[in-house]
C-alpha cells in the first residue's frame, strides 16, 4: 500500500500536478462518496497546488445523478462533513487518469481488477482498509445501505481513520 502510494506521488510529480485518487464502491451512494468528502475536507489545510483531485464511482449505474444516501449525508454530518457528490459509474477512462484507485470491499476489488485495462492500471488498485490503522480488523468497508444508522456511523469512523492514513502516506512532511 505504501509503494502504491509513492509510485501515485512520483507519477503525478513527474507530470506537475497533484496526485489523483478515486475510492470506488458498488452504487457511489454511501462508502465511496463519503470517503471522497472526508478526504477532500482533511485536505482543505494544505496548500491548494499540494491537494489532491478526488472523486469517486460506483459499479451500478442505477443511482447514477444522485446525491449520497441521505442517512450517509446526515450520518456524516454528524461526523462534521457535508457530502454533495453526484453518483457516478465507473469509466474506462478512470483507469488511465486516476493515479490511485481504492475500492471498498473484495467485491469492488474484483470489479476493479476485471476492468482495469492492462497490468499497468491493475497496479493502481488498493483497498481502503489497508489504510485503517485503528481497526486493524477491518478487512473491507461494509456497505451500509441494510444495516441501519449504526452501520454509516462505523463506515464513517473507519473512512475517518483510513483516510487520516492516507493523508499521512500522502504527505508525511506535512502536520496533519
Do not use: W
Not at 161 to 171: A, I, M
Amino acid at each position: 500500500m505504501e509503494k502504491q502510494v509513492e509510485k501515485a506521488m512520483a507519477i503525478a510529480a513527474a507530470e506537475g500536478r497533484p496526485v489523483r485518487i478515486l475510492f470506488v464502491c458498488l452504487g457511489n451512494i454511501c462508502r465511496s462518496p463519503a470517503a471522497e468528502g472526508i478526504m477532500r475536507q482533511y485536505c482543505e489545510k494544505l496548500p491548494a497546488a499540494m491537494r489532491p483531485e478526488l472523486d469517486s464511482a460506483g459499479f451500478y449505474g442505477g443511482h447514477a445523478g444522485d446525491l449520497p444516501d441521505r442517512r450517509m449525508r446526515n450520518a456524516a454530518f454528524q461526523h462534521g462533513f457535508h457530502l454533495d457528490h453526484r453518483s457516478r459509474v465507473i469509466r474506462p477512462s478512470d483507469f488511465d487518469y486516476f493515479d490511485l484507485i481504492i475500492g471498498m470491499d473484495d467485491r469492488n476489488l474484483s470489479d476493479l481488477y476485471d476492468a482495469a485495462p492492462s497490468v499497468e492500471a491493475e497496479k493502481k488498485i488498493a483497498r481502503m482498509s489497508d489504510f485503517c490503522v485503528h481497526y486493524p480488523e477491518a478487512h473491507y468497508i461494509p456497505d451500509p445501505y441494510y444495516d441501519g444508522i449504526d452501520g454509516f456511523h462505523n463506515v464513517l469512523n473507519l473512512l475517518e481513520d483510513g483516510c487520516q492514513h492516507l493523508l499521512t502516506l500522502l504527505y508525511p512532511e506535512t502536520d496533519n
